[in-house]
């Protein structure tokens, strides 16, 4: 029998998802690194390898003509010396082809390498900012999520290149299911492809909602990577009206895990003391990680039936996942029986109303977790649909490329959502609503309503069934 556990071997995290950007200077190989045609192309083809070595089936998410036929004309057309950013903006023209969270080529680690560059002095790009539907580059706030009077603003143009002209080329670039996950991941990450691109001027000249702003460059922490490394931002809860409640969880991947079972523990005892009686968890931000954080950090709180995590998988034995009889190369599909039993007996159990928002950054465990809650019915799954898929990859296998020093990224399995259905191919709520990135609380505010109006709905038929059982004769 296949165990989560066992399956899900991944290290302490998950790669995050996404998030899952693996994009960082190599700290081994010298900034300044050029590298020749032959170098680029053995790189290039290490890289075509890895994958094929490791997925189990590239058809998953891409067109393998296309991707093929892509591979192939790069190959022709590479030519040295370029350095090693430069070799990733070539290479990463991959990426939005192999349409995979989890397949890309990128940098080795590009959150210590950001936080590097900014030890060392170097500044990035001034702004946080999102990419709107319309395809506009609007600004947030500032760099680490100060206040600014620019905030709304659409940018027009950076340092003489017009917005649209850097948006579309870093799409180019990026990985994931879909344009809209692709948009949404470029937004949060701006500053590190925006550096990666174009590099990280000490000053910036903006133009902003029709006016040329001269910018410093900043030295602030972004707000992603703040949310990777402090407890408060990565995890919040607070009460709302009407005895509901909203749990914002944006990660699933924290080493700390006894805090954050101890935080959840608390969440469910004030809930339970309380009387919240509508719990709204949001994982709109939240790029994946490890199952058991939200088996035993909230499904165990909120479970009412014996439950699985995926129903199959398909998986590529790869070197140092080899079971007995296995050989490496080998394609391995099978069926997952175990189930987790609830814990009624628990008194922190929640048996109130749950609303599970997702949205446009929700990947990997997340999913997993959005899966589970909307195919054993332990909620109601809102948010933004047609974004990622439901039947997800894993087993993520990083690979150095040998002259380049970037990693190109693999899973080794994909897993099948528990009901065993293919259909529908993405991830579609119970109830569709936008993931409005410039509104966050818009889609809370709308669950709120949503509730209410059941409320409002069920309280006549409850008052009905009172009265018909007290006007029942006794027995």
Known sequence: MITARKLLTLGTTFFLGILCTAQAIAQSIPAQKQLSTDQLRQDLAYAMDSIRATHPDPSHSMDEAAFNEQEEQMAKDVRGPLDIDQAWRLFAKLNPIMADGHLLIGYSDWVAATKEHLHNGGVLFPFEVVINDAGKLIVTAKLGGGSTPYAGRAISSINGIGADEVTKTLLARMHGDTTVFRTSLLSNRWWFFYWKMYGAPERFDIVIGGSTARLAGSDAEPVYLAKRSVFDKAFSFKKLPGHAALLTVNTFSWADRAKFYAFTGQVFKEIKDEGIDVLIVDVRQNGGGDDDMWMQGILRYIADKPYRWASGYEKKVTPGHVDAGQQVGEIVRGHIDR????????PLHYSGKLYLLVGRQTYSS????????????????????????????????????PNSGLTVTAPRFILTRPSGEAMPIFVEPDVRMTDDPLRPMAAVEEVLRIAGAEAAQQTPRVEAMKRRTLASPSR
């Open 339 to 346: 189930l987790i039993q609830p814990q009624l007996d628990d």
């Open 366 to 401: 997340a999913v997993l977790f959005s899966n589970t809650v909307q195919d054993f019915k332990f909620g109601t799954v809102a948010g933004q649909g047609g974004v990622v898929r439901t039947a997800q990859t894993g087993g993520i296998q990083s690979f150095s490329l």
